[in-house]
């Protein structure tokens, strides 16, 4: 039994229902309050995500100010249950557009009951697609896709039953203009040492797909990774061209690539569903170029005073520059005073995380700022422990920049009816942990 | 639907009661009921919505049944929705009135809406009323027929509702057949699947009962079956395909083409965005190559990528859930994963149940090539503002050292640890120094010198302590002001907490006493003093037992408390293999979260009563081992010094668990103390380490474990039993196997006995107190079970026991089987004679 669970519940902070469904009779229904007891009121909230209490093993999730509960009581299947509940949320959040959080859900209440009720019956999950439930179930209102108006779109289910495979997309669509816009977004991951060494780093990438196409296109996309272009020139007897290729860790796709294709000829080839949605994911660990170049040096003068300095380097193309980069610098928690002195953006010390938050908003590649400022500590006679330096922390975006050095190469659109579309390609990268220790 | 009303309370003293705003809404509700003017759905929307946001917030509505159903004859489908969902609600709790709304569900499965259809069939199936279910059978046997899909599916869910709410009528009514039919001929694929789901739990629970239900089970995973499902697999939504890859798991193809086919099949399954696909298919992939090693191997390479990326993508929960797998291949196949040991390095913002996690896979993977980083890396943690994660890198870094030859590095490390002035750092550092000797006694040189370093008044933590006073009674004769060091601590005697530290200074201030007696001499007279006078039974037995051995002949002393020691080769581990690979056959569950095999944590184990089962291991032997026979215990606490930390930690867990009838769990922590009493007696005694029981027994007792002396047992001069009889479980499992029943009979339990036995433990310390112990015991009233064992005096001829009591019927049967034949009767008389004064004394 891959779920079957037996309710789900979501709470708010305090621990108030905002909604609830049992599913099942077996388990007994004071287990919100079992749930509150031994996980909400004790210190073991954020202790573990899977928790046995009794008999029952409840999983839960904090989604902004939203607790979600999913109760079982056999061996359940943990990862397929998580996973369920990241997908009801994005179905929801597709629903009421953006936010998920509690006045969502209570000025929601009753499209929740109603998508609750379709995605799961009696624990196992259905159908999560949005596509087909925005066909029934809409925000004004249900809507009968069998009854109203026959002539208007075709039955989806029918859909599903003609078409097999295309679930995700119906027939029909219309656009005036066919567009498609790919947003390759890439999260790198370092952890680097007091020394300066690469001690980890890795890069998550996703492609985000928004598509407006007319009709069931057929999509074709290349990259310049290495495997893809290999096959390429080994298909066309040509010599491979010259140029960077990307090694892929592994590849992840959404449901729509046809996955035995990908194996055999090593092309991402779909059927789009409509709208947006995550093409697919692939993660990187040879050949990282990494955007930012952190070199700090912290010294503790006596007991009540310290010096940091940290500069900043950008090591990508002059033309290109980052966004909202963030660098917080943590100092002790008895600080007193500080004073800067950086040669761009702004810096201030930031007393409830302990940390000096440099600001630079618009930060040109192949520059160095640095930052320079003056601690002073308040002198404690209790506290003789030294400080255990945590490590300094990086946020950024760098637009037309990948740290994978992924591009692609190419997005064939091919339609029966044989209309023209327009391709918007952005590359953005982000940080995911950046992290050098100091 | 949903459940019983007593479900919805709330205990929130915030929410509003709710009394006048419910009688509010009757009133209004029944003025709209009969209204047929315009808009009165949409002020029927406005009060439904409020009717059940009251009973979300958990406030009592059920009084507006009535009513609620009155209002339901509409054609607004958002309505209908609502009041399904509360009729949902509270069928079960109003029966009678539940039975208002079949008319309207039954007319509605009629409708000509598909969708309407498929709610009202829904709804009628979550009634979950008993009385009722004759109402479904019509409806469900036309929605399973149903020309639309979206109603097969629900009808397929519908059958197994009812058959939750009656077994018998879903059989009869042949519904099981039907699904059957739809699962391999549908052509909706969420039909099928759902069929799946269904039938698969209805076959296991009928399986028991019926034998057609459990070849019907079978016949889910035979050949034809899963090759049509894995045929259409693609065609199924991501939550069905993990369906059908948790069924192709208990698929056994018949040979390896087979299994190569279903591999090419499902690999590109491994691609999937959906980590739950992904998970069911490695699991796929990992049961079907277990008997073909090199494949395999290959097979832990293949999906070494996808689980990397599934860790590194999505929540911390849903990484939590992959890692807890990663963990489980990383322990089974380190070396498959040494070189990625990168990727098990702890962010700084992780939640610490990922970090500790990647802690021990860290410690795992651990090998010559990539220690140094491995434990540069951890020492980082060790200054980690968590200071649970920080203690457990420190105890990582040991292990490391534990498991590898070249540990220079690694010692130094540790030993910089020691000086880093942290009073946990310190602490777990010197539990690990104390390990790492018991290993590598060679490094005791460097060693000491910085442990000679540390004030004992630093070191507060008992564990800590204790491990610096086994290595001041150890090393005295290196460590120059040790016996000084020691004496100061046993002025301090009264000031120490902890019993289990006060053992280990006696011992020390022995083992000191026989290299440098003359500085030791007062020391060891306070110690014995101050021990003899203490209120702790075992520190009291301890110091007596070396008092007398010591005025009985110092050079046997010297023998019994300081042998000379070998070093510890391997330390027990602390899971049996047998568990493990129970916990591997469940991968892909919450098996592989809490580390344990479903039987220990699933509902029915939990709640139902122990049931009797002939093997020994069914029973609570912890329980026994903790009550009854105290040299378990007083040994655990001068083992637990001895133990490396997590281990400790697990004997303690099973400990507390030994109540609970966590009952296999027991059994697997006994087999650590029988290896671990072992191993200490292969350190502390070579000599005498012999593993007949006799043999442990006397070293037991040599190492200082006296037992609380028991009065001698007013028994039949013809047998007398050795009060200090010791037998370890696996050998009192493999007796009670070989020997055949003695003598089987019924005795009768005494009122007073009856009265006494309100739980096993009373009996177990009345039998001991006549030289019968207990090895096993279990049960709540009113049935008891109890394993005993005798040895005779001065003879190593057993006695075993297996004893049930009813006291509803105050009746015990008794069979012995017994090593010598002969005296069986006697020992029967002996046994019939104690067990008669139970409750009486």
């Not at chain 1, 994005?90 to 379709?118: H, P, T």
């Not at chain 2, 090593?819 to 069986?824: E, K």
Request: proline share 5%; net charge neutral.
């Amino acid at each position: 039994m891959p779920v079957a669970a037996s309710a789900i519940y979501f709470l708010n902070l305090r621990g108030d229902v905002l909604i609830n469904r049992l599913y099942r009779d077996d388990v007994g229904g004071n287990m919100v309050d079992a749930f509150r007891m031994h996980i909400m009121q004790t210190k073991e909230l954020g202790t573990c995500p899977v928790r046995q209490i009794g008999g029952c093993s409840f999983f839960y999730m904090r989604i902004s100010n939203v607790y979600i509960v999913i109760v079982v009581s056999s061996n359940a299947n943990v990862a397929c249950a998580f996973k369920f509940v990241v997908e009801a949320v994005a179905l929801f959040k597709s629903y009421f557009g953006g936010a998920f959080d509690e006045d969502a859900i209570r000025n929601n209440f009753v499209l929740i009951y109603e998508l609750l009720d379709e995605i799961m019956d009696f624990g196992y999950p259905q159908n999560l697609s949005p596509e087909i439930l925005k066909l029934y179930i809409t925000q004004e209102g249900v809507r009968s896709p069998f009854s109203s108006k026959p002539s208007d779109k075709p039955v989806p289910n029918a859909t599903l039953q003609v078409t097999g495979a295309v679930g995700w997309r119906r027939e029909g669509l219309v656009y005036k203009k066919n567009e498609v816009f790919l947003d390759i977004v890439e999260s790198v991951n370092l952890l680097m040492s007091s020394k300066g060494s690469v001690l980890r780093c890795d890069v998550t990438g996703k492609i985000l797909m928004k598509c407006f196409l007319s009709g069931m296109p057929d999509l074709k996309l290349g990259l310049n990774d290495k495997i893809g272009l290999e096959k390429e020139s080994q298909l066309k007897s040509r010599p491979p061209k010259s140029g960077k290729t990307i090694e892929l860790d592994d590849v992840t796709f959404h449901q729509c690539v046809n996955l035995t294709r990908f194996n055999s000829e090593k092309t991402v080839s779909f059927v789009p569903p409509d709208g947006e949605f995550e093409l697919m994911k692939y993660r990187i660990t040879e050949g990282v170029n990494l955007p930012f170049r952190v070199l700090p040096t912290i010294k503790e003068l006596g007991r009540t005073r310290m010096e940091v300095n940290v500069k900043v380097k950008s090591v990508f193309g002059a033309k290109m520059f980052a966004l909202g980069v963030v660098i917080k610098i943590p100092v002790p928690k008895q600080t007193a005073k500080t004073s800067f002195q950086v040669t761009s953006g702004r810096a201030k010390y930031q007393a409830a995380i302990d940390c000096l938050v440099w600001k630079i908003r618009k930060f040109p590649g192949q520059t160095e700022p640095t930052l320079s400022a003056e601690v002073e500590l308040i002198s404690t006679m209790a506290e003789k422990k030294s400080w255990t330096r945590p490590p300094i922390q990086m946020e950024f975006q760098v637009p037309m920049f990948t740290a994978s050095g992924l591009r692609v190469r190419f997005l064939k659109v091919w339609e029966k009816s044989g209309y023209n579309t327009v391709e918007w390609v952005r590359y953005i990268t982000k940080a995911g942990s950046y992290e050098i220790r100091c | 639907m949903a459940p019983p009303a007593q479900s919805q309370r709330s205990p929130s003293p915030s929410q509003p009661s709710g009394k006048s705003e419910v009688s509010d809404l009757k009133l209004q509700l029944r003025q709209l009921a009969g209204s047929r003017a315009p808009g009165v759905d949409d002020s029927k929307r406005e009060l439904f919505k409020k009717v059940i946001s009251y009973m979300t917030i958990g406030i009592d509505v059920s009084s507006l049944f009535g009513e609620m159903v009155m209002c339901s004859a509409t054609s607004d489908i958002v309505l209908k929705k609502m009041c399904y969902l509360y009729v949902g609600n509270y069928a079960k709790v109003n029966p009678d009135l539940a039975l208002l709304t079949i008319n309207f569900l039954q007319r509605d499965c009629r409708d000509e809406d598909p969708m309407i259809r498929g709610l009202a069939l829904r709804s009628l199936c979550s009634l979950r009323v008993a009385n009722l279910v004759e109402y479904l059978v019509g409806p469900l046997g036309s929605g399973l027929k149903d020309s639309n899909s979206y109603v097969r599916m629900v009808a397929v869910m519908g059958v197994l509702k009812l058959y939750h709410i009656s077994a018998s009528t879903c059989i009869d009514a042949d519904f099981p057949s039907i699904l059957k039919h739809l699962m391999l001929h549908d052509s909706d694929t969420q039909v099928v699947a759902n069929c799946l789901s269904a039938l698969q739990e209805i076959w296991s629970a009928e399986a028991s009962t019926s034998e057609e239900a459990s070849r019907e089970r079978e016949a889910l995973i035979s050949k034809p079956v899963i090759y049509y499902l894995l045929n259409r697999i693609k065609e199924f939504s991501e939550w069905a395909q993990c369906l059908v890859l948790e069924l192709v798991t208990k698929y056994v193809p018949s040979d390896s083409s087979e299994i190569f086919d279903i591999m090419n099949l499902l690999e590109d399954r491994l691609q999937h965005a959906n980590g739950a696909v992904v998970l069911a298919t490695i699991r796929v992939f990992l049961q079907l190559t277990l008997s073909m090693t090199d494949v395999h191997q290959q097979v832990y390479e293949r999906i070494k990528a996808p689980l990397l990326t599934l860790v590194s993508s999505g929540s911390p929960e849903q990484s939590y859930a992959v890692l807890s797998h990663l963990h489980l291949l990383v322990m089974r196949a380190p070396y498959v994963f040494s070189s990625d040991y990168k990727h098990f390095y702890c962010q700084y913002n992780e939640p610490s149940y990922v970090k500790r996690l990647k802690l021990e896979m860290l410690t795992a993977v651990a090998n010559e090539s990539n220690t140094y980083e491995i434990v540069t890396e951890l020492c980082e943690y060790a200054a980690n503002v968590d200071i649970p994660i920080a203690r457990e890198s420190i105890r990582a870094v040991g292990k490391i050292a534990l498991q590898q030859y070249d540990v220079n590095a690694i010692v130094d490390r540790l030993l910089q640890f020691l000086e880093m002035e942290k009073d946990y750092v310190t602490a777990e550092a010197l539990v690990l120094v104390k390990d790492l000797l018991r290993k590598y006694p060679q490094w005791s040189h460097d060693c000491i010198a910085v442990v000679g370093n540390i004030s004992s008044k630093n070191v507060q933590e008992p564990k800590a302590k204790a491990a610096l006073i086994w290595m001041l009674g150890e090393y005295s004769q290196d460590m120059q002001d040790a016996p000084y060091v020691l004496e100061s601590l046993v002025e301090n005697w009264d000031e120490e907490h902890s019993a289990e530290v006060r053992l280990h200074l006696l011992t020390a201030v022995m083992k000191c006493f026989f290299k440098r007696p003359p500085e030791t001499q007062s020391a060891l007279g306070a110690a014995l003093a101050a021990g003899i006078a203490d209120f702790h039974q075992d520190v009291h037995d301890r110091a007596l037992f070396y008092y007398r051995i010591l005025r009985y002949n110092v050079s046997v002393a010297e023998r019994v408390v300081n042998p000379p020691k070998q070093a510890v080769s391997v330390f027990a581990d602390t899971q049996s293999s047998e568990i493990k690979d129970r916990i591997f056959d469940e991968f892909n569950s919450l098996s592989v979260l809490y580390q344990k095999p479903s039987y220990m944590f699933t509902d029915k184990e939990h709640r139902v009563p122990l049931e009797f089962a002939d093997e020994l291991g069914n029973l609570s032997i912890g329980e026994a081992a903790n009550n009854v026979v105290p040299t378990q215990m007083v040994e655990e606490n001068d083992k637990d010094l001895l133990l490396t930390t997590s281990e400790k930690e697990e004997t303690k867990g099973s400990r507390n668990n030994g109540s609970a009838y966590t009952v296999p769990y027991d059994g697997s922590s006994t087999s650590v103390f029988a290896s671990q009493a072992q191993i200490e007696s292969a350190v502390s005694n070579p000599t005498l380490a012999g593993h007949s029981p006799q043999a442990s027994f006397a070293i037991d007792d040599l190492l200082g474990l006296g037992i609380p002396a028991t009065p001698a047992v007013p028994s039949p001069p013809q047998l007398k039993l050795n009060t200090k009889a010791a037998l370890d479980p696996s050998t009192f499992q493999q007796k009670w196997r070989q020997l055949p029943v003695a003598l089987s009979q019924e005795i009768s339990v005494n009122p007073q006995g009856v009265a006494a036995l309100t739980a096993p433990q009373a009996l177990l310390r009345h039998m001991q107190s006549h030289s019968i112990h207990c090895i096993a015991s279990g049960g709540q009233s009113p049935n008891f079970k109890f394993f005993f064992f005798a040895q005779k005096f001065e003879e190593s001829s057993n006695y075993l026991v297996e004893c049930v009591i009813n006291t509803s019927s105050a009746k015990a049967q008794v069979k012995i089987k017994a090593d010598d034949q002969n005296t069986s009767q006697d020992f029967s008389t002996l046994f019939e004679s104690a067990f008669s004064k139970f409750g009486t004394s």
